[in-house]
């Protein structure tokens, strides 16, 4: 008998965490894949965030290192000075990412650090129980935005990959999403590049994924999937922002 | 073969390290240890080192955790407002036992404070370095020589215990310029490291770092394993001893204060008063045992230094509180001078025979 789908082989045979129908499982997936295809699983090094995806330690078959709330970059770069010949993702959420890790984020993108970042933006925080992220939509309703985000007083969503795109030691910015079979390609192709880059020395590289919290957002996963294609990517544009080759 | 080079103590920190075979730094610049990370600059890119000047000392301390998660000695160094920065860090390290050198150049505080000399993170690097339970190595030289070996024993304990060492000094040491003797070999051979991140390399199962346990039974089995681990490091607890042997008052000081300390002896002896020192080398582990065995002859003790009263709260504890314990101390920077300690001596022998 032909086998024709299979779990990829950097995918640990583990149930995962995350809630039905959330797609933080999906992005581990196409990882997964990816480093399965550039056969690079035995020298990854994984860094973990702190949020939804913070055991995902458990689900790579690479060596992972957990971090503090926002500090993945700074490990990772830690680990990629220690160990130049190693390739080194971190996997980080919207709240750890563009939040507590602004600081690291920004820096590491700016040095051009030699390290590829996987994005999650689900537009809330869900590990906490759905309290408004810096990337929550204007009017989303979440536990800590209960009257809908007034920009007013709580400012404007972070766009990351447009920020990002603006530092010189970015190799490459892209934003994806989920929401759909074509979509859902689209991100394995980026996050592949995003590998290759980092393999062939680019520079700092993030594939932001637009993902869904039916959880917390208070929907089916189905609903949800509409929701994000009708709100979030109006808000952000899916396409590439930053392409060091384009530059040349 | 001696090779004695002068250097400033911050300077001799730098050198230890690059002789321990630390080749990861990670920096942000605050006075008064900057001298610590310009040093740095200076040599790692000629020895194929990193020196990264990191966008804050959170972001240091997590580059440290990398670079350690990563299986090679790596540093950062810093001063009393930074050290604050790096407590989020120093717990992670210690919840996923990795190894590291931090080393903690005090200024006056609290706040941003001042950037005079002082000894006010006692408490700080000895009781709470950030959340949970954990405890750091702290080693207190009080010469520029001592914060050179100082420096390359802490990264032999470090990866020892898995633990992170601390080289605990004040502003003065880090500025002050001393002969150092700097042929002493370190031992660079690292123990094995097969818990660390470099790949799995398709030859072993890979290796997870990480200090999350969702278990309460587990985490407390993991914390009472790490305090087992912690009564052993008790045992590298030392003082050196300075005319204790028929001492009746004790004075107990560590770094700078020491020094003072010594001259306000000498000048006491001269007046027949009986009085030695114990400095502290190791703050944690305290050396209780050498502090008891001085409370068996002496009649009273002298806390001298750099703050409100910091480490006089481990000697009372040391000694159980058997003997009178009276401070000499001054804060905000300011450094206790031998006259006062001299008269803090006359008061300690005057109510020690009453
Ligand atoms: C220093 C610190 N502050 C706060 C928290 C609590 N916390 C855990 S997860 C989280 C939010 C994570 O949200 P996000 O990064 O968007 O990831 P998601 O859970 O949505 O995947 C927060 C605030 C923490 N663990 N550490
Ligand atoms: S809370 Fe939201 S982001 Fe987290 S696992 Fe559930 S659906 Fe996914």
């Known amino acids: ?248 | 073969m001696t090779e004695k080079v002068l250097m400033k103590g911050n300077e001799a920190i730098a050198e230890a390290a690059i002789m321990a075979g630390c080749r990861h730094f990670f920096g942000y610049p605050i006075t008064p240890q900057t001298e610590v990370a310009a040093y740095m600059s200076k040599r790692m890119p000629k020895i194929g080192g990193t020196y990264l000047q990191a966008e804050s000392e959170v972001a240091a301390i997590n580059m440290v955790y990398g670079a350690s998660a990563a299986g090679v000695r790596a540093m950062t160094s810093s001063s009393s407002p930074g050290i604050s920065l790096k407590s989020e860090g120093l717990s992670y390290l210690a919840g996923s036992d990795l190894p590291a050198v931090l080393v903690n150049i005090q200024r006056g505080g609290p706040g941003l404070g001042g950037i005079r000399p002082s000894q006010a993170d006692y408490f700080q690097a000895t009781r709470s370095s950030g959340h949970g339970d954990f405890h750091l190595i702290v080693f207190a030289p009080n010469t520029v020589q001592e914060m050179f070996d100082l420096t390359i024993e802490a990264f032999e304990v470090a990866d020892r215990y898995r633990m992170t060492a601390m080289i605990l000094g004040d502003g003065m040491l880090g500025q002050v310029m001393e002969p150092v003797d700097i042929s002493r070999s370190a031992n660079i051979t690292l123990p094995g490291k097969d818990w660390a991140l470099t790949g799995t390399k398709g030859s072993r199962k890979k290796n997870i770092v990480n200090s999350l346990y969702l278990e309460a039974e587990e985490l407390e089995m993991l914390n009472f394993k790490r305090f087992e681990k912690y009564a052993e490091v008790e045992k590298i607890a030392r003082t050196e001893n300075y005319l204790t042997d028929d001492a009746d008052v004790i004075i107990v000081a560590y770094g700078i204060c020491a020094r003072v300390a010594k001259n306000a002896i000498n000048e006491a002896r001269k007046n027949g008063i009986k009085v030695g020192l114990v400095r502290p080398v190791t703050l944690w582990p305290f050396p209780k045992k050498q502090l008891e065995s001085a409370a068996e002859k002496a009649r009273a003790f002298i806390v001298v230094e750099m703050s409100m009263g910091q480490m006089i709260q481990d000697v009372e504890l040391a000694i159980r509180c058997s003997r009178p314990v009276s401070l000499c101390n001054r804060t905000g920077g300011m450094v206790p001078t031998p006259e006062a300690v001299l008269a803090a001596i006359e008061n300690a022998d005057q109510a020690g025979r009453s």
């Open chain 1, 1 to 248: 008998m032909q086998t024709v789908f299979e779990r990829p082989k950097a995918l640990s045979d583990v149930s995962m965490h995350y809630c039905p129908g959330c797609t933080h499982g999906i992005i581990h997936r196409l990882v997964a894949e990816v480093l399965d295809e550039l056969n690079i699983t035995d020298k990854t090094i994984g860094v973990a965030p702190v949020g939804c995806a913070v055991l995902a330690y458990n689900y790579f078959e690479c060596d992972m290192a957990q971090a503090a709330h926002g500090r993945a970059p700074a490990v990772g770069t830690g680990i990629k000075r220690a160990n130049p010949d190693n390739i080194v993702f971190t996997y980080q959420g919207d709240g750890d990412l563009a939040a507590i890790g602004t600081a690291e984020t920004v820096h590491a993108a700016a040095r051009g650090e030699n390290i590829t970042v996987i994005f999650v933006n689900n537009a809330i925080y869900g590990m906490t129980g759905g309290q408004m992220a810096p990337t929550t939509m204007p009017g989303q309703v979440t536990q800590t935005s209960p009257y809908g985000r007034d920009v007013k007083t709580a400012g404007y969503p972070v766009k990351v990959c447009e920020m990002l795109s603006t530092l010189d030691g970015t190799a490459y910015a892209e934003r994806v999403s989920v929401d759909s079979v074509k979509n859902v390609k689209n991100t394995k192709k980026a996050i592949k590049k995003a590998f290759e880059y980092q393999l062939a020395g680019k520079g700092f590289s993030i594939v932001e994924v637009l993902s869904t919290c039916s959880t917390n957002w208070g929907m089916e996963p189905v609903e949800s999937l509409t929701w994000l294609r009708e709100n979030m990517i109006p808000y952000y544009p899916l396409g590439v922002y930053k392409d060091k080759e384009d530059s040349k």
